[in-house]
């Protein structure tokens, strides 16, 4: 479950990044009013604080911050937010909503009219949400007053659910609560420790209940859930070539002699790894460039995450074309697959497995690092 969740996170991550980074590059020629709100971030005294920035007519909200954060304004656009404190939503936003932070809450003024996606600790939900809703915690409080138009996909330890769904609510928790007000007008999936007492008027849908039980220590179920998560890796980086394949990116095409020049992939990684991160966080401390600085920091953590497929991907097309120049394709499919398997099947080896991982992550990264930055013949345009 956790590798699934994991692989979900990154693939909305993947989407947020490319959203935002094209939100960016709209705006670049746009006329800036004066005083628009726009980017939270730190104040220098360590207290909270909401400051001015750039902004278009449809614009975007980046808070950034160890403190916290009250967005009270409109936003005309989707909000972006990694805090360190309490996050606090109090007005309408038009788009999406993204929050990464201790404490989360949603008051009974807010509306939001897209999805809202959410990793914390507490989650409190009293407004209106048009979307789905997306959330992770230690724990969830749907309260009384609130209304999701679509689905509710929760993971957390311990939720309380006291809304209306107007759709199905999907829920895993160690223990959960539904109170008799509560309203879901699809179905209920749901898994806990304990069945949960629902009054008949509660689901209007089916309810399908998962039991969680203790984990027993069974060898058989542990070999059984290694076999998985190989294999789940394996799919995953055969949807990845894929998807590079399909927009025909410069990581297959360009790269596959690697060979003759690891050492310099090699260094490209090593410096990536170090340079990316020291970037971000210069750029997050300067209140005009701090968005991207936000939105290097969430690329350097999506590249950490694909280096060791990409590396797995660019070895199998150099194999493939080597041993099958009419059919690269489907034997570049067949490499991805085998060397995936192998590759999880080596680090369970101890101390090995952890060196051929380490090098391999630094390989992927300097492959994807490379690529990113300009060749020497636009550099000469």
Known sequence: MKKVLSRLLII???????????????AEDTIVPEGSKNVATDSQNGEEENLTSHSSKNYNYFGVGKTNIN?????????????GGTVTIDAYVSGNVFVCAP????????????????????MILQGQVEGNVFSMNE??????????????????QKAKIDGFINSDANISSEKLEVS??????????????EKVNLSESTVAGNVHFLEKTEKENNPTKSIISKGL???????????LFLLLNWIKSKIIYEHTEFKNSIGKYILFGLLGIFIVPIASLILLLISLTSKLGFLLLL?????????????????????????????????????????????????????????????????GFGLIFKTLLPSKEKVAE
């Open 229 to 239: 998560s190989i294999f789940s890796y394996a799919i995953f980086v055969v949807i």
């Open 180 to 193: 008799n007000s509560t309203q879901i007008d699809g179905d209920l999936n749901y898994s806990a420790k």
């Open 139 to 156: 724990q969830f409080n749907l309260e009384n007053a609130s209304y999701i138009k679509y689905s509710l996909f929760l993971f957390s």
């Open 299 to 363: 690329l350097y953590i999506l590249m950490l995450y694909v280096s060791s497929p990409v590396f797995i991907i660019c070895l199998s097309n150099l194999i493939a074309k080597k041993n099958n120049e009419d059919n690269t394709f489907s034997m570049s499919v067949l490499f991805v697959i085998l060397l995936s398997l192998a590759y999880q099947i080596i680090k369970l080896i101890p101390v090995i497995g952890t060196l051929v991982s380490l090098a391999i992550h630094v390989l």
């Open 12 to 26: 909305t991550l993947m989407f947020f990044i490319v959203f935002s980074l094209s939100n960016i590059s709209r």
């Open 103 to 122: 404490n989360v809450v949603i008051t009974n003024n807010t509306q939001i009219d897209a999805s809202l996606f959410v990793l914390s600790q507490t």
């Open 71 to 83: 967005i009270t304004e409109q936003v005309e656009g989707d909000v972006f937010v990694v805090s």
